[in-house]
């Protein structure tokens, strides 16, 4: 798309018409034609049957049609990319198929997504890993982030794992930096890409990272249940599958001739999923690659700068998201003087038909600025937030 036609975008997504969604970074809302194309999926399956050699052939390449849509995606080959339910199945994967030992480090952050810290609680807890925790909390330079994660590295580091983007605050991580950092100590790199994928672009040859895992229900508004999980070819082999299934081996024919096949992706994808879903994914990246993905992130920046210019004139609001160089998103985190953040969010709703989240750490609701959100919808949420009865420490 040569020039980003924002009226167009929106008739193609139903709930633009009916809510200002400022919630994406939770789960988007689909574009029609996504809806479309898996219900005609579902359609086809129930009146011709799921497993007719005609529909079960296209159920086939359906799926290779999503795992090749993702691979283009993150500029990569189908060969590194293996089909997921979401962010979080990606990084147990990899988590729980690498070779830990006793006294084994890895190194995380405090800013994390409970699918980066669980894992890493129960790796330590089962495995007596030691999990270092880096505090980001209020960083406003990329030199600080570095300076944080080197000097939590040691010699028994085996894994750094962190977020492209942060949940809570929409902090960006400088990611090629750290990949460079870590690869320099020949540490590999597992990144929750949750926040990142379908909000900006993604070429993970560039950024030379080993692991990374993501949804497709969030900013790449596809249905939930999709994802992907990205591994570097030759770090396929180095990852156990923990769960194992019928791609887990050459040939299921005879119990005599089973093969392991380490160097094959699809030994993480355990067995029979909904090719309606996989019908969706792709569609989904269709339309994010039709409208441009720099584009997309162009507009996603400029919101989110936008409603932090708009949020300085409500009184006693405080933005907890950095705004730094190279550190904004469009995840806009804030707090409200004498409002409990769930009270924010549940005046939006019920004032302006607004979706908004909390979230705990910082402490404050969070504003998902999607590339179809408009300037009016910001201005209607801000004038809204003024309108909002205050405690006795209001401003």
Same mark, same amino acid.
């Given at each position: 798309?040569?020039?980003?036609?924002?009226?167009?975008?929106?008739?193609?997504?139903?709930?633009?018409? #009916?809510?200002?969604?400022?919630?994406?970074?939770?789960?988007?809302?689909?574009?029609?034609?996504?809806?479309?194309?898996?219900?005609?999926?579902?359609?086809?399956?129930?009146?011709?049957?799921?497993?007719?050699?005609?529909?079960?052939?296209?159920?086939?390449?359906?799926?290779?049609?999503?795992?090749? %849509?993702?691979?283009?995606?993150?500029?990569?080959?189908?060969?590194?990319? %293996?089909?997921?339910?979401?962010?979080?199945?990606? &990084?147990?994967? $990899?988590?729980?198929?690498?070779?830990?030992?006793?006294?084994?480090?890895?190194?995380?952050?405090?800013?994390?997504?409970?699918? +980066?810290?669980?894992?890493?609680?129960?790796?330590? #807890?089962?495995?007596? $890993?030691?999990?270092?925790? $880096?505090?980001?909390?209020?960083?406003?330079?990329?030199?600080?982030?570095?300076?944080?994660?080197? %000097?939590?590295?040691?010699?028994?580091?085996?894994? &750094?794992?962190?977020?492209?983007?942060?949940?809570?605050?929409?902090?960006?991580?400088?990611?090629?930096?750290?990949?460079?950092?870590?690869?320099?100590?020949?540490?590999?790199?597992?990144?929750?890409?949750?926040?990142?994928?379908?909000?900006?672009?993604?070429?993970?040859?560039?950024?030379? =990272?080993?692991?990374?895992? *993501?949804?497709?229900?969030?900013?790449?508004?596809?249905?939930?249940?999709?994802?992907?999980?990205?591994?570097? #070819?030759? *770090?396929?082999?180095?990852?156990?599958?923990?769960? $194992?299934?019928?791609?887990?081996?050459?040939?299921?024919?005879?119990?005599?001739?089973?093969?392991?096949?380490?160097?094959?992706?699809?030994?993480?994808?355990?067995?029979?999923?909904?090719?309606?879903?996989?019908?969706?994914?792709?569609?989904? &990246?269709?339309?994010?690659?039709? +409208?441009?993905?720099?584009? +997309?992130?162009?507009?996603? *920046?400029?919101?989110?700068?936008?409603? =932090?210019?708009?949020?300085?004139?409500?009184?006693?609001?405080?933005?907890?998201?950095?705004?730094?160089?190279?550190?904004?998103?469009?995840?806009?985190?804030?707090?409200?003087?004498?409002?409990?953040?769930?009270?924010?969010?549940?005046?939006?709703?019920?004032? =302006?038909?607004?979706?908004?989240?909390?979230?705990?750490?910082?402490?404050?609701?969070?504003?998902?600025? %999607?590339?179809?959100?408009?300037?009016?919808?910001?201005?209607? +949420?801000?004038? =809204?937030?003024?309108? *909002?009865?205050?405690?006795?420490?209001?401003?």
């Amino acid at each position: 798309m040569k020039d980003m036609d924002i009226v167009e975008i929106r008739k193609a997504i139903p709930a633009t018409q #009916k809510v200002i969604y400022l919630n994406t970074g939770w789960s988007g809302p689909s574009p029609a034609r996504v809806v479309e194309r898996i219900k005609e999926w579902l359609e086809l399956e129930s009146q011709e049957g799921p497993t007719s050699r005609h529909v079960l052939e296209a159920s086939h390449q359906t799926v290779q049609e999503a795992r090749e %849509a993702v691979a283009d995606l993150l500029g990569v080959s189908a060969e590194e990319i %293996a089909l997921m339910q979401n962010t979080t199945q990606g &990084i147990n994967i $990899v988590i729980n198929g690498l070779t830990w030992r006793p006294g084994d480090e890895m190194v995380t952050t405090d800013l994390e997504h409970p699918a +980066v810290i669980v894992p890493s609680y129960f790796l330590g #807890k089962r495995r007596r $890993v030691k999990v270092k925790v $880096v505090d980001l909390m209020d960083v406003q330079d990329e030199g600080a982030i570095l300076d944080r994660l080197e %000097a939590a590295i040691s010699p028994r580091t085996q894994l &750094i794992c962190l977020s492209h983007i942060m949940y809570t605050d929409g902090l960006r991580l400088p990611l090629a930096r750290i990949q460079a950092l870590a690869h320099s100590r020949g540490i590999p790199v597992l990144v929750d890409g949750a926040q990142s994928a379908g909000q900006m672009p993604l070429d993970l040859r560039a950024l030379d =990272c080993d692991f990374y895992s *993501l949804p497709g229900h969030k900013w790449l508004l596809g249905p939930d249940g999709t994802g992907a999980l990205f591994i570097r #070819k030759e *770090l396929i082999p180095q990852v156990r599958a923990v769960n $194992v299934g019928h791609w887990s081996v050459a040939s299921v024919e005879r119990q005599s001739s089973l093969r392991e096949t380490p160097g094959e992706i699809r030994k993480f994808e355990v067995s029979t999923t909904s090719s309606a879903l996989w019908a969706g994914l792709a569609t989904t &990246i269709a339309f994010h690659q039709f +409208v441009g993905p720099q584009m +997309v992130w162009e507009r996603v *920046l400029a919101l989110s700068s936008l409603l =932090c210019r708009e949020l300085a004139a409500v009184p006693g609001a405080r933005v907890l998201s950095p705004r730094g160089q190279g550190l904004a998103s469009g995840l806009v985190t804030f707090s409200l003087e004498g409002v409990e953040p769930k009270e924010v969010v549940d005046y939006l709703w019920q004032r =302006c038909q607004a979706v908004a989240r909390t979230v705990a750490y910082p402490a404050g609701v969070r504003f998902s600025t %999607a590339f179809f959100n408009t300037e009016e919808e910001i201005g209607k +949420v801000v004038e =809204c937030l003024k309108g *909002l009865p205050r405690g006795k420490g209001g401003g």
